[in-house]
């Protein structure tokens, strides 16, 4: 059966395809229409669809919008309780009356749908099957933590052969997201987008007020919690954006960031109490969380922790999709990978080249030529197979550097045009991670997970080591990704470092590069010294001669 799954009611709408259990395709509307998190989470933009990634999806299959048997869209108006707190009442009518409309309008976004086979999946459902039937596990636990949904801002259950069944909800206006938005917001930076900004200023302050927000965020020892109405301004002044931040603004963030840790810690020892599962799936933009995740990892009771690669919003076309599949008693498939996107043939891509009358060259071995670039300390674009979905470039649209300089974290920075304190990644070879990595899990290979860098290493490979000595590490595998591995290899060989910075291939308040325009467009207006695009390499001294 064929499920295409929706995501658009609030931010970073996104399509996904399942086919037989198997998740065939799956894609950001941001990707194609370049407007960073497609859209503004605002109730007057819940009618924009990603009809362009809905429609992606469906042609990469060779399938039209009357061969499906369903489509999931991540939000069931009949759940939204009129009036209640955390909700504005101006705006939040004129947000259910889009959702209840969905149905018409994919109709008319997709020529040939019947709106009748439009159904609704709650948000947090949707939310939890993008995770537990994701997952490689059968069986798990459940955690979901985000902004909200309908009326909840989190749930707690387990999957089991494939049925959920749900433990505990927290009711709005509760919500450990909406809390960590409004801190990203008084910190001057864009709520519903630079949440991860304030998990970086995190590591450069002390969490001196613990003792405070304790008494005003709590588990409440029944599967929920409780956030008090928090005026922000008692901590620290509020900042504009751009406004420089200060030492009592780090310390804020420190301390925002270490409460969330513990009412996470909180709540999973209380699901693991309730199930008994020994392995815990994870969703909702809470679960981006990084550093959280790890910290869980360590000290929770768990032995294993899966996060949904787009574990944000964007993941509930996904769980959507899924669900119904599960729901026709179709058998969900393991997430093969994040690369799930568009990609293009060798062919394609050179006439994207000849358009562009952009001087190319094809090394016989990809890997050694681009190792050697990087060992001379010259900035890689790396566009290779299907884009990623979710958040994290994972080596398919990735920024390629040497760790082993210092400067290179100030130096993609001003490549990005992002702010200087916010860190950089490393990429590894899986086997390899245990020598140059502690804590954390063995494998990472979605980046969702922080790692102590080993104090033998951090001289060596200065560039992907915050400032508290840790790195977001991205475990490479050889028969996942062999391209990758190669060049991994081919740049020890030349400089003795197992590691190389991998970040996203964009630059500051745009989404990731997704098709050859926008790497070539990305490549002619930052000073990135070689773009590989597929087996083609294009140098700048090549491109701008003088």
């Not at 407007?35 to 933009?45: D, L, Q």
Request: charged share 25%; glycine share 8%.
């Amino acid at each position: 059966m064929r499920f295409l799954g929706i995501n658009a009611i609030f931010h970073d709408p996104a399509a996904a395809l399942v086919i037989d259990g198997e998740i065939a395709a799956a894609a950001e509307e941001e990707r194609f229409s370049r407007r960073k998190h497609g859209k503004r989470p605002v109730p007057f933009s819940a009618w924009e669809l990603p009809e362009q990634a809905a429609a992606w999806c469906l042609a990469h299959a060779g399938l039209r919008p009357e061969d499906l048997d369903g489509v999931a869209y991540s939000y069931d108006p009949d759940l939204v309780r009129a009036g209640q707190q955390g909700q504005d009442p101006r705006w939040e009518p004129l947000r259910t009356t889009f959702a209840r409309r969905a149905p018409a309008f994919l109709a008319t976004a997709l020529p040939g749908l019947d709106s009748a086979q439009v159904r609704y999946v709650p948000h947090h459902i949707a939310h939890a099957a993008s995770a537990g039937l994701a997952a490689p596990y059968r069986d798990s636990a459940v955690l979901v933590c985000d902004g909200r949904g309908e009326a909840v801002s989190h749930l707690a259950g387990h999957y089991r052969d494939g049925e959920l069944t749900v433990l505990a909800t927290q009711d709005l206006p509760h919500s450990l997201g909406l809390m960590y938005e409004e801190v990203t917001e008084h910190l001057g930076f864009l709520r519903s987008s630079d949440e991860y900004k304030v998990m970086a200023m995190a590591s450069y302050g002390t969490p001196r007020h613990l003792p405070e927000l304790r008494e005003l965020i709590m588990a409440t020892g029944d599967g929920g919690f409780h956030v008090d109405t928090i005026d922000w301004s008692v901590f620290a002044k509020p900042l504009a954006r751009g406004e420089p931040w200060s030492e009592g603004h780090a310390d804020l963030a420190a301390s925002v960031q270490a409460r969330l840790e513990e009412v996470l810690l909180d709540l999973a020892r209380w699901l693991h109490e309730r199930t008994g599962e020994r392995h815990l799936t994870m969703a909702g933009g809470v679960a981006l969380n990084c550093v959280a995740n790890t910290r869980l990892l360590a000290e929770g009771p768990f032995e294993g922790i899966w996060v949904q690669p787009a574990a944000g919003d964007a993941g509930t076309a996904l769980g959507g999709a899924l669900h119904l599949a599960s729901m026709c008693g179709e058998p969900a498939a393991p997430m093969p990978g994040a690369a799930l996107g568009r990609s293009w043939t060798d062919a394609e891509l050179a006439a994207w080249l000849d358009a562009a009358r952009v001087p190319c060259e094809r090394p016989p071995d990809l890997p050694a030529a681009i190792a050697a670039d990087l060992a001379e300390d010259r900035i890689v674009a790396w566009f290779q197979g299907r884009a990623e979905y979710g958040p994290r470039a994972l080596g398919q649209r990735s920024l390629l550097a040497h760790p082993g300089h210092a400067r290179n974290t100030e130096r993609l920075n001003d490549v990005k045009g992002r702010e200087q304190f916010r860190p950089i990644a490393p990429m590894v070879l899986a086997e390899r991670a245990s020598e140059i990595f502690a804590r954390g899990p063995a494998e990472s290979p979605y980046m969702l997970f922080v790692h102590d860098v080993r104090p033998e290493w951090r001289d060596r490979i200065p560039a992907v080591v915050h400032v508290d000595g840790t790195a977001r590490v991205q475990t490479v595998d050889r028969a996942a990704q062999p391209l990758l591995a190669g060049l991994l290899a081919e740049f020890e060989a030349r400089t003795g470092l197992p590691v190389v910075v991998n970040t996203s291939l964009n630059t500051a308040g745009r989404p990731m590069v997704d098709d050859p325009r926008d790497a070539l467009e990305c490549f002619g207006s930052a000073p990135v010294d070689v773009l590989v695009l597929g087996p083609y390499v294009v140098r700048r001294s090549g491109v701008f001669a003088s």
